[in-house]
């Protein structure tokens, strides 16, 4: 049992509409517009429109419409093929091509060529596909018709599936199923649906075929398309066939033989009576299978199809051995000799050389049996290795796909990923910026505080001088140098003269402001070899590397007139404050540490307090 596949679904321009032919059209064109409405109309059978046509073409004929009678001929040919009647197909295609040639039509040339790929397959011959079906791909490129490109890519699909081409035919024919899609051409999907199911039922997928079987014959049952729904319930039940379930299989054929008995399609009820026939010999069911058979081979010897009339006559041939009449059985099979003769089918071969050897074997004609038996091996290692190798085709043709498919999901991930990496690496940047920004933010802060907290540790926290820890560190580095030197050193110490009383009398915000005005003066007279810092509330201790007593006394005078001249920021009022000032030196092998010179300048500044204050006393 086979799909019934391409032969019968030859165009998706031959519908019609079994309608009533207007008794007279008014012009060629009123003619010529009511058949092409016949191909736009909803369906009908092959049957119908073939009758129709007849009409039509008389019509053309009879009033020497020469356009007319070519479109009304080109829709009888589509029919023709439709129904596999090939013979007749070719006769009046020959006879429109060369009409058509003569006066350069190319509307009907172009209708000729989307069908003659099918035609020449149908036909047998040797054609060269790419140079059929090239222009008319050029020609559906530089077309916006979507009913143009669907019957393009439809008959280019049957043409590539004929030639075992899958993955292309499966290509253009979702090229078709577009196109058709595009416009709700809803004929044309089913057909195209229907084709890619037999697809998909030859590459092994059944339940992708059934599903592709079922949605077509939706869709055929919804148009009312019942020539189209009687070859979908043909070919499912082919392939529950295939798939041994002989309930099922029964069940579609035979809704199919009951819808082609009413669109009194012969060949339709041949085809499934030939696979009823199938499915009563699994059942044993011989006497019914040899008349199922019977009635099918006398269709397909009509309809000139010698592949099925030799299935038709195997069938036979074989319920016939099973019943025991074995001569009878003989006669029936020579009647295929001819054919088998010529055949290049090797499963035709197989079967006739297999049949004929279990006759013999039942007639226990062993030696006979015996040598045909040895055929059937040799035939066998031939269609094995065939089969192997188109499996691996097949096996390659799924792979392919499945490869293109994970290919382009892997490209499709690849971008994705790419795009997401781009996204974090976007982020991540930002991040880093951030992150950079906020170290450099936290490093700055944490520098400033440093700094911060180094000025608090060193400076005075009123006066901004250094204070007493940085004034001592400085007194001992001097002292260490002068000690491992000959640096000469002194140390002095500078106390605000009654500043208590001042404090009393002003407030202690003007004593500090006093203190203030006092630091400033200092900062600007003493210079980078000198160091000061406030060692206690009001007294400052200094550091200089002068023991010369004019010096220090230029030094008191010029803080003195520096300090007095020197302006409050804030204060309002200013007072005139003086200083007392001790001196020290430092002395060589006798001081051992910084607080003796400092002992020493504080006795000074004592002393200098107790003349008077407003002075200075040094070391003599
Ligand atoms: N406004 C202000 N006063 C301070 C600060 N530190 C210490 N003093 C004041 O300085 C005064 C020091 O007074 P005393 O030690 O009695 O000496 P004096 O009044 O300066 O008298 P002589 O040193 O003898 O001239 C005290 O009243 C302290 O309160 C300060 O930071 N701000």
Redesign the pocket.
């Known amino acids: 049992m086979q799909i019934a596949c391409c032969a019968y679904v030859a165009s998706l321009i031959a519908v019609a509409k079994a309608d009533e032919l207007p008794a007279t059209f008014s012009s060629e064109n009123a003619l010529i517009s009511y058949i092409d409405e016949l191909n736009t109309s909803h369906p009908s059978d092959p049957n119908s429109v073939i009758e129709l046509t007849n009409q039509l073409i008389d019509y053309a004929l009879k009033n020497e419409w020469q356009e007319a009678y070519l479109h009304a001929a080109v829709l009888k040919f589509e029919n023709l093929l439709e129904q596999d009647n090939i013979a007749q197909a070719n006769m009046l295609y020959q006879n429109i091509y060369q009409k058509a040639k003569a006066v350069n039509n190319d509307h009907i040339l172009y209708l000729l060529a989307v069908n003659e790929l099918d035609l020449r397959f149908s036909l047998g011959e040797d054609v060269d596909f790419d140079a059929l079906y090239l222009p008319l791909i050029e020609r559906a490129k530089k077309t916006d018709n979507p009913y143009v490109i669907t019957n393009i890519y439809f008959a280019i699909g049957l043409n590539q599936y004929e030639r075992d081409l899958f993955a292309d035919a499966i290509q253009s024919l979702e090229k078709a199923y577009q196109s058709s899609k595009s416009v709700d051409d809803t004929f044309a999907l089913s057909q195209i649906l229907t084709q890619l199911s037999n697809i998909y039922f030859d590459l092994g997928d059944f339940p992708l075929g059934i599903r592709y079987s079922e949605e077509a014959l939706a869709i055929a049952k919804q148009i009312r398309d019942l020539f189209s729904e009687s070859v979908i319930l043909y070919n499912l039940g082919s392939a529950y066939f295939s798939h041994k379930n002989y309930e099922t299989a029964e069940n579609y054929l035979n809704e199919a033989l009951a819808l082609s008995k009413k669109l009194n399609d012969d060949i339709g009820v041949a085809w499934a009576q030939a696979s009823l026939a199938d499915i009563a010999l699994e059942n044993k069911d011989w006497m019914y299978a040899l008349d199922l058979y019977a009635q099918a081979e006398q269709v397909f010897a009509m309809t000139g199809d010698p592949e099925l009339e030799f299935g038709a006559i195997i069938g036979q041939v074989r319920a016939k051995l099973e019943l025991g009449a074995y001569a009878e059985a003989l006669s029936k099979l020579d009647t295929t000799y001819d054919f088998i003769k010529n055949t290049k089918r090797l499963r035709s071969q197989i079967d006739y050389t297999k049949i004929y050897a279990q006759i013999r074997y039942a007639q226990q004609d062993y030696k006979h049996a015996y040598d045909k038996l040895e055929e059937v091996i040799t035939l066998l290692e031939q269609r094995y290795e065939n089969e192997q190798a188109q499996d691996i085709q097949k096996y390659k043709i799924k792979f392919d796909t499945q490869l293109k498919e994970s290919q382009n999901a892997l490209l499709l991930k690849e971008n994705e990923i790419q795009s997401l990496q781009l996204e974090t690496q976007e982020r991540q940047q930002k991040l880093w910026i951030i992150f950079v920004c906020l170290t450099l933010g936290f490093m700055f802060i944490q520098m400033w505080h440093r700094q911060r907290f180094k000025r608090m540790a060193l400076h005075d926290y009123?006066t901004n001088s250094p204070n007493r820890r940085a004034v001592l560190a400085y007194a001992n580095d001097c002292y260490r140098q002068a000690e491992h030197g000959n640096t000469p050193l002194s140390f002095g110490i500078m106390?605000?003269?009654?500043?208590?009383?001042?404090?009393?009398k002003y407030?202690?915000?003007?004593?500090?402001q006093?203190?203030k005005r006092f630091s400033k003066a200092c900062q600007a007279v003493f210079n980078s070899k000198e160091q000061y810092g406030r060692y206690?509330?009001?007294e400052w201790l200094f550091v200089t590397n002068e023991q010369n007593k004019e010096a220090i006394q230029a030094l008191f005078e010029k803080l003195r007139s520096e300090f007095n001249s020197t302006k409050s920021d804030t204060s309002p009022i200013e007072i005139e404050v003086t200083f007392?000032m001790g001196v020290a030196y430092y002395k060589k092998g006798k001081d051992h540490d910084i607080n003796g010179i400092i002992a020493r300048a504080d006795s000074n500044l004592y002393l200098a307090?107790q003349q008077g204050?407003d002075r200075l006393v040094v070391d003599e």
């Open positions: 009123l106390d605000l003269d009654n500043f208590k009383s001042i404090n009393d407030g202690h915000e003007v004593g500090d006093i203190l206690g509330g009001e007392s307090k204050r």
